[in-house]
């Protein structure tokens, strides 16, 4: 692993921990040049499928994506970070468990759309605005109706 302070290629792991779930280990290290301590995230390279865009392009699933969509609806939101990887991660799960090689997008979206209705209104309709394309004002409106309707249903 590479510092990021020296570029030296050589370094020890001084401490190493693994997440609640399991899945991701964080080691503590020391570059053997500089001696600058860093932290690395270690997870389990799986399989996943690739995500056919709106356009038929094909291109790997990038969890990434998931967050930087997820940071921008969440924004000045009360959404912790800890959620905001949690829903990554069981939307993650969930397309390695589906075992498709191609995914739609919307497939994706729509897991996202579900994810963020639950944990705040808000940044639902900001992904949503963004996600369906809404053309004008109506569409926003009735996307906002659908929610108080349903929220107030018994």
């Given amino acids: 692993m590479r510092c990021p302070f020296c570029n030296h290629i050589e370094d020890k792991v001084i401490d190493s921990r693994q997440s609640k779930d399991g899945d991701v280990i964080?080691?503590?290290?020391?570059?053997?040049?500089?001696?600058?301590?860093?932290?690395s995230y270690e997870r389990i390279e799986n399989i996943l499928p690739h995500v056919?865009?709106?356009?038929?392009?094909?291109?790997?699933?990038d969890r990434q994506k998931i967050l930087q969509g997820l940071e921008k609806a969440c924004e000045k939101r009360p959404v912790s970070v800890e959620s905001r990887e949690a829903m990554a991660?069981?939307?993650?799960?969930?397309?390695?468990?589906?075992?498709?090689?191609?995914?739609?997008?919307?497939?994706?979206?729509?897991?996202?759309?579900?994810?963020?209705?639950?944990?705040?209104?808000?940044a639902y309709v900001r992904f949503a605005s963004?996600?369906?394309?809404?053309?004008?004002?109506?569409?926003?409106?009735?996307?906002?109706?659908?929610?108080?309707?349903?929220?107030?249903?018994?």
Wanted: hydrophobic content about 30%.
């Fill in 52 to 61: 056919i865009k709106k356009d038929d392009r094909r291109e790997a699933f």
């Fill in 89 to 122: 991660t069981r939307i993650e799960n969930s397309l390695q468990a589906a075992g498709e090689k191609e995914i739609p997008s919307s497939v994706i979206g729509e897991q996202i759309m579900d994810g963020l209705k639950e944990i705040d209104e808000v």
């Fill in 26 to 39: 964080r080691r503590r290290r020391e570059c053997l040049k500089c001696e600058g301590r860093f932290t």
């Fill in 130 to 154: 963004v996600y369906r394309q809404f053309k004008d004002i109506k569409e926003f409106m009735q996307e906002i109706k659908d929610i108080v309707y349903n929220k107030n249903k018994p």
